[in-house]
């Protein structure tokens, strides 16, 4: 189908979409690459009555590291993720991620601020920012809020992002010593959004994880970070641990049931996810012995 | 703000000035105002790859985009590569291994196969289907595309296919 008819409006600078979307509320949508408004538009699942077009807002494209800091724009589009050096040396968990996020076409358009506003439940790139401890930044007419990723996801295609406000960038910490990331998902096919997946980011200290956060993504709301994970920081990993922290992982999740998976088979998929994962990260290819709850 | 805006882009090398409704997609500007029909429309929410072109030098789904969108930046159809010669061989190598039978698919298919072969001068078969994986075709079973862009690779690379 085609998109219903709206009125257009090319943002010229920032403060021009914050009054476009001041003055119109929710009855304006924001367009950056589009890549997943546009379908909803020729789906006819939304009719926005104004489209603010911030495609050229050259100051929310960019990506730079200062200090301990790796700033990322609104803008900045999953081929130019995908790309940076940057990114590969502080967030290579974002390049990883990336290469699963549909196809070149796609990432061609798509942007991350797009992509995070969206908030669908089943896709990458939230999980990674929960993952990756983000900050993100938006702007409003009274001024800017800095949310953390984890607060800034609420529900399936729901944000804490008011409709007079703009998603700026994302502010991730760099990859500190003994980092390491891991990311799996499982989909029909390759590009699809997927059934159920994981996006972690660790740091290991000998054999032990001194931190792991496990974002988990389309299985529940929201990128969901497990707080089952606790239960394997600081201590030996044994199967026994690993298996405690399956099963906790396994009563914590509150999957969707939809015509790709029911409930319980998510739950099994997250289960296997963080097996794999820590074996993976621990290089104990013995923990990933399979599922045996 | 419902009313016609006015956008100019480059078309295949050709200066276009247009005054298009918002709600108009690149796909359909390329089509019904252009007469540039080789660009195709399938499924209209970006699934299937058919309606695949060049903007500014990297391919986007023309129909997830709109013409407004498209003011200023430099678009590529099939028109334009089929013409230029750009596609001639990969053009051949698809008549030759049967990689197409309706067609619907191809311009999509030529478009995106072009793009990872300026990327990536010998990709494996791996690495094609995965650069071809939101191209859909309902005909050929995708083996015969394979086929012919890795010939394509190989004649390119000046070796035997």
Do not use: W
């Not at chain 1, 509320?25 to 939304?46: H, T």
């Not at chain 1, 999953?78 to 699963?100: G, K, N, Y």
């Not at chain 1, 506003?117 to 007419?141: I, K, Q, Y």
């Amino acid at each position: 189908m085609k998109a219903s008819a709206f009125s257009y409006a090319r943002a010229t600078s920032v403060a021009n979409a914050l009054e476009l979307l001041g003055a119109h509320g929710d009855r304006a949508k924001v367009l950056s690459g589009g890549q997943s408004l546009m379908p909803a538009m020729n789906l006819r699942l939304i009719s926005p009555e104004l489209i603010v077009d911030i495609g050229e807002l050259a100051e929310l494209r960019g990506i730079a590291v200062s200090g301990d800091v790796l700033s990322i724009g609104a803008l900045t589009r999953h081929v130019d993720l995908q790309r940076s050096p940057d990114i590969s040396a502080h967030a290579p968990l974002l390049t990883e991620a990336v290469a699963h996020v549909a196809h070149p076409a796609i990432r061609n358009r798509g942007t991350l601020g797009g992509s995070l506003a969206h908030a669908d439940p089943a896709s990458e790139l939230p999980a990674c920012m929960v993952a990756l401890n983000a900050t993100v930044v938006v702007r409003g007419s009274r001024g800017e809020r800095r949310i953390a990723a984890v607060d800034f996801f609420k529900g399936i295609y729901e944000t804490g992002l008011s409709a007079d406000e703009l998603l700026i960038s994302v502010e991730l910490p760099v990859a500190r010593k003994g980092s390491a990331h891991f990311f799996h998902e499982f989909a029909r096919r390759h590009g699809d959004y997927a059934i159920a997946g994981l996006a972690a980011q660790a740091i290991r200290d000998g054999g032990l994880f001194t931190d792991l956060r496990l974002a988990f993504f389309a299985v529940g709301d929201r990128p969901v970070l497990a707080r089952a994970a606790s239960g394997l920081i600081g201590v030996p990993i044994t199967p026994a641990v690993l298996s405690d922290a399956a099963a906790a992982l396994g009563r914590e999740l509150d999957p969707q049931e939809d015509q790709q998976a029911s409930a319980p088979m998510r739950r099994h998929l997250a289960r296997v996810l963080m097996r794999r994962c820590v074996a993976a990260l621990l290089g104990r290819l013995d923990l990933d012995a399979g599922e045996r709850t | 703000m419902t009313a016609p805006v006015p956008i100019s882009l480059d078309v295949n090398g050709e200066r276009v000035d247009a005054n298009v409704l918002p709600r108009l997609n690149l796909a359909d500007f390329l089509r019904e105002h252009l007469q540039l029909t080789g660009t195709h429309v399938g499924c209209e929410h970006g699934v299937c790859g058919a309606c695949t072109v060049r903007v500014n030098g990297d391919i986007v789904r023309s129909c997830l985009m709109l013409a407004v969108q498209a003011h200023g930046a430099s678009v590529q159809t099939i028109e334009g590569l089929s013409d230029s010669g750009e596609v001639a061989d990969l053009q051949a190598a698809f008549r030759d291994r049967n990689a197409l039978q309706c067609g619907y698919c191809t311009p999509g298919m030529l478009m995106a196969a072009q793009d990872l072969l300026k990327q990536q001068a010998e990709p494996d078969r791996e690495q094609i289907r995965e650069h071809l994986s939101g191209n859909y075709c309902r005909c050929t079973g995708y083996q015969a595309i394979i086929d012919a862009v890795e010939t394509t690779a190989r004649l390119r690379a000046g070796r035997q296919p």
